[in-house]
């Protein structure tokens, strides 16, 4: 199934699709089939992963409905087959009090494996903002994102770009969390 026939969007909403999306591994394995279908070996290769544990990892997200076998080749008796994503994107339900940020996670766990002499551009600003102005900052970076989605080639090297727009804690609850 050629990804501009995916559905749009997969909402997570089970504890093993949480689980399946929470390991860091299975999130690179995830940014591998994002543009394009890869067979087991394809996928260990662009991971760095043994055939084996790319396989284990491929199954979970299978079981958990976020990969499936979008087409099968026999090669030398054996059936090849080829993962993609279930959607286009996959959309984690709120964390709840206190729990983890799988996304901001693996984003920074990332940007500490890229390179170190590659180009990046990471930028950390505090605003204050209005309501207005907060929603609208978000709208236009998710507007930003998009369009640049749209713009991108699947023969062309991988690139991250993550953001964040939040309200961070009120100081005092900061401070008693960092406790």
């Known amino acids: ?7 749009e969007t997969f909402h997570v909403t089970t504890d093993e699709q949480l689980r399946a999306v929470s390991n860091l ?38 079981r958990a409905g976020l990969v499936k076998v ?10 090849e087959r080829y993962y993609a994503m279930a959607a286009r994107a996959i ?10 940020d799988a996304l901001m996670r ?5 940007l500490e494996a890229a390179p170190a002499d590659g180009e990046r551009h990471v930028r950390m600003a505090h605003l204050r903002l209005t309501d207005e ?11 930003l994102a998009d369009e640049y989605l749209e713009l991108s080639d699947p023969s062309l090297p991988d690139t991250s770009l993550v953001f964040a ?8 609850q900061a401070e008693r969390g960092a406790k």
Do not use: C, N
């Open 165 to 172: 727009l939040f309200h961070p804690a009120p100081r005092e």
């Open 70 to 79: 979008v087409r099968t080749r026999k090669v030398r008796g054996v059936t």
């Open 133 to 143: 102005q907060f929603s609208e900052l978000g709208a236009r970076l998710q507007a």
């Open 1 to 7: 199934m050629p990804t501009d026939e995916l559905p």
């Open 25 to 62: 591994t299975r999130h690179r394995i995830m940014a591998v089939l994002r543009f394009e279908p890869a067979t087991i070996t394809q996928i260990a290769e662009r991971v760095g992963l043994a055939k084996g544990s790319s396989s284990y990892h491929v199954r979970l997200l299978e």
């Open 106 to 110: 693996h984003a920074v766990a990332d």
């Open 91 to 100: 959309v984690l339900p709120d964390r709840g009090e206190g729990g983890p």
